[in-house]
């Protein structure tokens, strides 16, 4: 059983960084695809950066130049650096795990077998 749990969320002003952190507990990761989602208040759950098994990434436009994804160097961690802050990052969010490859799939949540308990992101003016 994967579990999943992140850390690294608070409150910042807009244009400030956070860096968010997922660990594993009982499996690496470097065989998994995994990604970010985040769930603003009143709204889905929407995709927002992507690390397939391979190492490929890819991002939502919204986010795009502002947020990088990578794969922590102890194996079992994914990491989420978030620059360029802005109010509408605000959310909650989650990481979640797909054992092996995930192609063009990777924005539907529906894939993802683990999810984390999320963290909140709060951006403010």
């Known amino acids: 059983q994967v579990q999943l749990v992140e850390s690294g969320g608070g409150s910042v002003q807009a244009g400030g960084s956070l860096r968010l952190s997922c660990s594993s507990s009982?499996?690496?990761?470097?065989?998994?695809?995994m990604a970010w989602f985040r769930q603003p208040p009143g709204k889905e759950r929407e995709a927002v950066a992507f690390?397939?098994?391979?190492?490929?990434?890819a991002y939502s436009d919204s986010v795009k130049g502002r947020f990088t994804i990578s794969k922590g160097d102890a194996k079992n961690s994914l990491i989420l650096q978030m620059n360029n802050l802005k109010p509408e990052d605000t959310a909650t969010y989650y990481c979640?795990?797909?054992?092996?490859?995930?192609?063009?799939?990777?924005?539907?949540?529906?894939?993802?077998?683990?999810w984390g308990q999320g963290t909140q992101v709060t951006v403010s003016y």
């Open positions: 979640a795990a797909y054992p092996g490859y995930l192609g063009s799939r990777w924005l539907d949540p529906r894939a993802y077998y683990y």
């Open positions: 009982g499996v690496m990761l470097t065989t998994y695809s």
């Open positions: 690390i397939s098994d391979l190492g490929s990434s």
